[in-house]
């Protein structure tokens, strides 16, 4: 039975999590900071198992999502929406007309978040996300 928490998940659920998709195992301490930032956490579990995570970190009045990540098994099985639903209802709940919400997308993935309203950059007058590289 699947249960929607809204908590940051504990560091080994975070790796556990993390390491299904091939995204890497990360130190204690970069787990905890990123606990620290964030200003909104959700987790899908089943059972006692960590299936979904997603977060959001904002200054006020920009707001970034990260880490939406679905244990590679349980893809395609409704989990990411599950997660943007919740990250966009805690959203809504803070929004004013000062305040934005954005994400960069892996790969491939646009398509999914396009459902939620996001839409690719460039577009109209926002240039395109960039990434700093050395």
Not at 100 to 107: E, F, P, T
Request: with cysteine; net charge neutral.
């Amino acid at each position: 039975m699947l249960q929607i928490k809204q908590q940051f998940p504990s560091n080994s659920e975070f790796n556990e999590l993390f390491c299904s998709v091939g995204w890497g195992k990360r130190n204690d301490n970069k787990i905890n900071n990123h606990r620290a930032k964030s200003d909104f956490s959700v987790c899908v579990f089943d059972n006692e198992t960590i299936v979904g995570m997603a977060r959001v970190v904002g200054d006020g009045s920009y707001y970034t999502i990260y880490d939406v990540v679905t244990r590679k098994e349980y893809q395609g099985r409704g989990i990411g929406r599950i997660l943007m639903t919740e990250l966009i209802n805690w959203y809504k709940s803070i929004e004013d007309d000062d305040t934005y919400l954005y994400l960069g997308a892996s790969y491939g993935k646009e398509k999914f978040y396009e459902k939620f309203g996001f839409k690719a950059r460039p577009y109209g007058n926002i240039g395109a996300g960039m990434k700093y590289e050395i």
